[in-house]
């Protein structure tokens, strides 16, 4: 393993040309983002494979450029692939879902599979896990009703679902009266909700890619500003976020938080590329969140942070196919 960011580049001479379906929208929250993402990864690798496209629209029904399919129909589409790329943010994507289609119907699969998936989109599973090997976590509880939460108010405190990305319903809440009603929303989301303490620290989010011949790659750190008390949905998305890559960190700091991205996303057992999201607090890193399937057009955190180093937008997105490729051979041989 090496976090060493000289490579050689990917390119279509060294990557096969595969038949790849790329899976985009999604039931859940996150649907808009996952058809960006999904757009940007087809446009990526229509030149050097053949792409066939999927889209799940919010009601879970699927279709193929533009063509209404069956449930059947999709898996059998995805299993004239020789890989399928869930682009698919959140639930019935990230967590588990498509990774589960694919090996059932035979076909490699982009990113994490089943089990990381599953315990990566669920951030009280996560944190448990990170706990386990030493990487330390926010102080919180799991609650699942509002009466629970407002029993025993530990205040200030972010409240969010246990099981969403994108950071829809996620508040910082001071009062017991925001605690209700940040609960309540949350609770429109997930049946399970996080309530944290706030940690102070500069937010810091840290890339795992795991390569075809092997090796892993951990990027260079991406700093995000921001404006309100939390990176919520709003600020996520309308332009007023900054990042900077590489963020300015002392060599202790980045060093610290390049283990512990590898060390959670060694523990969850992720491939593909995963994001580890921190808090840079005055103690070292505390672990946010993870996210195995993140955001892939390239203006999003992962391709930006790697092209601070030199990768492009499409060989990531070639390389990530590439290891959905070797892996599942080897587990075929």
């Known amino acids: 393993m090496t976090t060493d960011l000289q490579h050689d580049p990917v390119t279509s001479s060294s990557v096969p040309r595969c038949r790849v379906a790329v899976v985009g929208g999604g039931a859940n929250a996150e649907h808009d983002v996952s058809l960006a993402s999904a757009a940007a990864v087809r446009a990526a690798l229509a030149p050097t494979h053949d792409v066939v496209e999927l889209t799940v629209a919010r009601d879970g029904s699927w279709s193929s450029g533009g063509r209404a399919l069956t449930f059947a129909q999709a898996v059998g589409l995805v299993a004239t692939c020789d890989v399928l790329l869930p682009a698919v943010h959140g639930l019935h994507g990230e967590d588990g879902t498509l990774a589960a289609l694919a090996d059932l119907a035979d076909v490699a699969c982009v990113g994490s599979g089943v089990r990381a998936g599953a315990v990566g989109m669920d951030k009280w599973l996560t944190k448990l896990v990170a706990a386990a090997v030493g990487v330390a976590v926010a102080d919180g509880r799991v609650v699942r009703g509002v009466a629970e939460a407002c029993a025993d108010p530990r205040l200030p405190a972010v409240v969010k679902p246990v099981s969403s990305g994108s950071s829809h319903g996620v508040r910082h809440v001071e009062t017991a009266a925001e605690l209700a009603d940040a609960v309540a929303a949350a609770l429109e989301l997930d049946d399970r909700v996080l309530v ?110 790697f092209a601070g180093a030199g990768l492009t937008y499409d060989e990531l997105v070639g390389e990530l196919v590439a290891q959905a490729c070797t892996r599942h051979a080897a587990r075929k041989s």
């Open 196 to 305: 944290e303490e706030v940690v102070a620290g500069r937010e810091i989010d840290v890339a795992v890619l795991r390569r075809a011949d092997g090796t892993t790659l951990v990027s260079p750190a991406l700093e995000i500003g921001h404006a309100g008390a939390v990176f919520d949905t709003a600020t996520k998305y309308d332009g007023s976020a900054r990042f900077v890559v590489p963020a300015a960190l002392d060599p202790a700091d980045a060093d610290a938080l390049a283990h512990a991205a590898l060390t959670v996303v060694d523990a969850l057992g992720c491939d593909g590329v995963a994001r580890v999201d921190f808090f840079l607090t005055v103690h070292g890193p505390v672990l946010n969140e993870v996210n195995t399937m993140p955001g892939m057009t390239a203006h999003s955190q992962v391709p930006v942070m």
